[in-house]
């Protein structure tokens, strides 16, 4: 458990000092608008230092003394300022803060445990995307040469200076934290970096209730402004269910349920809303305001570069709305040309290539735009717009642009060409989507609060809304075990492996490190990708749960042994590993024959295998068993080295 006190340290030091960043920028904004300027001006200076040092191939040990030095800088330079200016951190006293806030925490608190129910996706590494991404978290700090490696393997890989992934940083920040911290990769990104990512999405949902109070002049007590933070829980709920079920389609939703640690699900769910804050209420675009454009754009790109289109999309969408406000006919030539370069591209060999691609993205975004889960919010938004349309306006007329790329096809194909893979341009359509439902029950919401504030029944409101709360990621949990016991079953299941991972493979991962440390040279170790059904003692836990009968192994190991190689393939087939993978599933001397065949002229000097009758063969190659056996009710492994 002291990774967990380490993890709880860590969450309350870095929220601190983002708030107090913010502070010292803005004073008399609201605490979670304070958090976030804190989050995008540090994320702007370690991000422009991240992408340099990652463009130039310079030493990881750089960058983990330099975010060092940002922090400790930071965390004196605000200090200093807030002292000297005399500035509130805690507005009207602590007590008072914690009242106005609370649920702000609450809901972030909410979403991670919900995460509590995903153990198998979890232990499917993510659908095998935590095979880059964790692992990159976890090797950074001991691979000598991060940038010539596939980082997932181990094996050497041609460095490309202008890869697009050299533009992301938020795995070489998370890797100096883990370094730091000495924690357990998994529990660290899964738990306490995606409880941050929470926690941030939270916050913005108050900034941006906060900005539609005021434009709305809805007159609320100020510690009723917390609760518009319950429509974050909506996104909670199980999104590969609702998808299978045709009731709302969000791309790759499942990262918010259960990958929020991802900063490509941070920057779909914040993005919009921190980019049109700043500047919706503008009567003049100056020198500040891109800047500030500029900035929070640059912070979402390091975060993950699917935002991309989401930048295009927002930035077209406020010009036509400005020049349309200040001049129409500027507004309309300004919309003539972005359609007529749409046209263009249209017409251009890109079109041909992606064709099934945007008429599948205008497909999607019309299949949600008649879904029962998002009408209402849809209706919200109309009805209250026309209700206060000289409040609402702007926000409105700035939605139904945004909308416009999506269901005009000469527009879509703009979207489609910043997108590049046509899973991103899904990916901004599910953005628009999480923003409608976040517009529209804000909205809603403030209404509600609005017309209750007179009313005694106002003072039920934080019962009701932790009730709901509650009950709506219980509800999550169970239709994503389909069973109250099956539900009990998942708990169990996490308190046996707390660490987001299963226990198994953080103790063979410890062995492997051990062998590489007590040996003194490369391990290049051959390991199942998965552990399958075959083996009599994998479990799967629920009979009833759709199928993932396999716990991802090859894609987990450098997340526990950073330095060891594992070469297993993903797509392309391997004469040597699938040898080997035939003899650990059927060890018999036919078997043992042709992995000695194959394995004869490789650098494989380690094997993981079943410890089910293939000792004497592979003493026989020369591989003897290193440590005791990894035993568990999943998996039972053996360790063999020569």
């Known amino acids: 458990m002291v990774d967990y006190l380490k993890g709880i340290i860590f969450v ?9 960043i913010g502070t010292a920028i803005k004073n008399e904004k609201s605490a979670p608008v304070r958090i976030i300027i804190g989050y995008i001006f540090y994320n702007v200076i370690i991000g422009v230092f991240g992408i340099f040092l990652q463009f130039f191939q310079l030493p990881w040990k750089i960058y983990y003394y330099f975010v060092i030095l940002v922090n400790v800088a930071l965390l ?9 200016k005399h500035y509130a951190i805690f507005e009207d006293g602590p007590s008072h803060f914690i009242k106005k806030y ?3 925490l609450f809901v972030a608190l909410c979403a991670i445990a919900t ?33 010539n490696i596939y980082i997932s393997t181990g094996t050497p890989a041609t460095f490309n200076r202008f890869d697009i992934r050299n533009f992301n940083v938020f795995e070489l920040e ?78 790759d939703g499942w990262a918010i349920n259960h990958a929020m640690y991802f900063s490509s699900a941070l920057v779909r769910a914040v993005g919009i809303i921190w980019l049109i804050v700043p500047l919706i209420d503008l009567k003049k675009i100056t020198i500040k305001s891109i800047v500030i454009f500029v900035l929070i754009s640059f912070v979402l790109l390091v975060k993950s570069t699917v935002i991309l289109p989401v930048i295009f999309i927002v930035a077209c969408s406020y010009l036509l709305y400005y020049l349309l ?40 975004f019309q299949n949600n735009m008649f879904s029962v889960f998002t009408i209402p919010f849809l209706l919200a938004i109309i009805f209250i717009s026309i209700y206060k349309w000289n409040n609402y306006q702007s926000f409105s007329i700035f939605l139904l642009n945004m909308c416009l790329f999506f269901v005009v096809k000469p527009l879509h194909t703009l979207v489609m060409m910043f997108s590049i893979y046509g899973f991103v341009a899904d990916r901004s359509v599910s953005t628009l989507w999480m923003y409608v439902i976040v517009y529209g029950g804000i909205l809603l919401l403030l209404e509600i609060l609005d017309f209750i504030k007179n009313y005694k029944i106002r003072h039920i409101v934080p019962i009701l809304l932790i009730s709901l709360s509650i009950c709506y990621c219980l509800a999550s949990g169970f239709i994503i075990t389909r069973s109250l016991p099956n539900m009990k079953k998942e708990i169990h299941t996490f308190i046996n492996n707390k660490y987001y991972v299963a226990q198994f493979e953080i103790d063979l991962g410890k062995q492997l490190n051990e062998l590489s440390k007590k040996e003194q040279e490369s391990i290049v170790c051959y390991a199942p990708q998965y552990v399958y059904l075959y083996q009599s ?51 018999n001397n036919d078997n043992y024959l042709k992995l000695k065949e194959k394995l004869e002229n490789t650098n494989i000097n380690c094997l993981i295998a079943y410890n089910n009758g293939e000792d004497e063969y592979l003493r026989r190659f020369g591989f003897k068993p290193y440590g005791e056996p990894v035993k568990s009710e999943y998996a039972n492994l053996v360790i063999y080295y020569k």
Not at 12 to 20: G, R, S, V
């Open 12 to 20: 309350i030091f870095h929220i601190t000092l983002m708030l107090l």
């Open 76 to 84: 004196i330079l605000s200090a200093i300022v807030i002292r000297r």
């Open 102 to 104: 609370w649920f702000v």
């Open 115 to 147: 995460v509590s129910f995903y153990n198998i996706e979890l232990w499917h590494n993510n659908t095998t995307d935590d095979a880059y991404y964790l692992v990159k978290m976890a090797a950074l700090p001991y691979v000598k040469n991060p940038y």
């Open 174 to 251: 998370a890797s100096v934290y883990i370094y730091i911290l000495k924690i357990i990769p998994t529990l660290f990104a899964r738990c306490f970096l995606a409880f941050i990512n929470y926690f941030i999405y939270s916050c913005t949902i108050y900034m941006f209730a906060e900005k539609l109070a005021e434009k709305g002049n809805v007159k609320l007590n100020k510690n009723y402004l917390q609760y518009a933070c319950a429509v974050m829980i909506l996104f909670c709920f199980d999104t590969a269910r609702l998808s299978w079920h045709h009731i709302i389609d969000v791309r």
């Open 325 to 364: 406000k200040k001049n129409l006919k500027l507004g309309i030539l300004f919309a003539i040309i972005v359609l007529g370069f749409g046209i263009i591209i249209d017409k251009n060999i890109i079109t041909l290539f992606y064709f099934d691609r945007i008429n599948n993205g205008i497909n999607y």
């Open 537 to 587: 003692n994998h479990k799967i836990r629920f009979s009833n749960r759709y199928d993932i009968p396999s716990i991802a192994l090859g894609g987990t190991i450098r997340q526990f042994a950073p330095n060891v190689v594992v070469p297993y393939p993903r797509g392309e087939t391997s004469d040597s590993y699938n040898a080997y993978m035939k003899f650990i599933q059927q060890p």
